[in-house]
């Protein structure tokens, strides 16, 4: 693995959850090497680098989604607002609760718009009666940007939405718990630009409650969207920072050479 670099920077504002020296193996393969990542709040924190470089699986770290995958092991503190997700007393559907995640394919259940976004609430209890159910639905609907497009036909599948519409129905289905963070895994990867402009719009206005963390391939997009970003190459970040900053002027030549498109 390639030298260590020490990218502490400060943050301006509160830190919604800290990685603390992670290291991941599947196997003996180790993909991540003394990670160190600070996530502030009701920011958007974009993770970038080559396929393969860990960004997935520093992501599902975050949620513990890695605990799902056998041969995964994770070393080292992930906390969320101080406390440590790894402990033996954190409880990981109340941790995913807290820390919801979006993935690359829209996967919505085979199930109507209107269910899609109440399972959440109805598995965790959220709503005491119907009324408080249709409430969540409405403004979690409404703060994905689908609630126009779906308000008339809530009782259809949610499969027969366009895939940009599917995504916001997916993040609607993620908002409707309350979570904290926000996981998103190249949310775009899958739409055409109008729908990749919505998302993208979206996730802006997202973080006024949100703190959001998303791994994209799209330069332009990490640029668009977030306040803060990670690069990752081989395994390590070789530089976090702002935005602004790591895609103006990168302290890293590695940084450089990829946003200019000269590897990866
Ligand atoms: N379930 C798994 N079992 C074994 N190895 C895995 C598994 N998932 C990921 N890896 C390995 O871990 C390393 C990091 O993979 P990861 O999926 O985190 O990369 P990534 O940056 O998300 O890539 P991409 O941009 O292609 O999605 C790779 O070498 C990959 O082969
Ligand atoms: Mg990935």
Redesign the pocket.
């Known amino acids: 693995m390639g030298q260590q670099v020490d990218n502490h920077i400060n943050i301006s504002g509160r830190i919604r959850m800290q990685a603390k020296n992670i290291d991941v193996f599947?196997?003996d393969?180790q993909?991540l090497n003394k990670i160190n990542l600070d996530i502030a709040a009701n920011q958007v924190t974009a993770l970038i680098?080559?396929?393969?470089?860990?960004?997935?699986?520093?992501l599902r770290c975050l949620n513990r989604m890695n605990d799902t995958?056998d041969?995964?092991k994770v070393k080292g503190d992930v906390t969320l607002d101080q406390r440590d997700i790894y402990s033996r007393d954190m409880d990981v559907v109340e941790l995913r609760a807290r820390v919801g995640m979006v993935f690359q394919k829209p996967n919505p259940f085979p199930k109507s718009i209107f269910d899609n976004v109440a399972y959440g609430p109805r598995i965790h209890g959220l709503a005491h009666n119907r009324q408080e159910l249709d409430k969540i639905v409405d403004l979690s609907l409404k703060r994905a940007g689908l609630y126009d497009e779906v308000s008339e036909r809530l009782n259809t599948p949610g499969t027969s939405l366009s895939g940009g519409q599917q995504q916001r129905l997916c993040i609607a289905r993620a908002i409707a718990i309350s979570p904290e963070v926000i996981l998103m895994d190249?949310p775009c990867s899958a739409l055409d630009p109008i729908a990749t402009a919505k998302v993208e719009e979206l996730i802006d206005e997202l973080k006024e409650h949100y703190t959001i963390v998303i791994?994209t391939?799209n330069m332009q997009q990490a640029a668009r969207v977030s306040q803060y970003t990670a690069f990752?190459h081989l395994?390590e970040i070789v530089e976090f920072g702002e935005t602004e900053k790591i895609f103006t002027n990168p302290a890293e030549k590695r940084t450089q050479d990829y946003i200019t498109g000269r590897f990866g």
């Open positions: 599947y196997g393969k993909a680098g080559p396929s393969g470089c860990g960004k997935s699986t520093f995958i041969s995964c190249e791994v391939h990752f395994g």
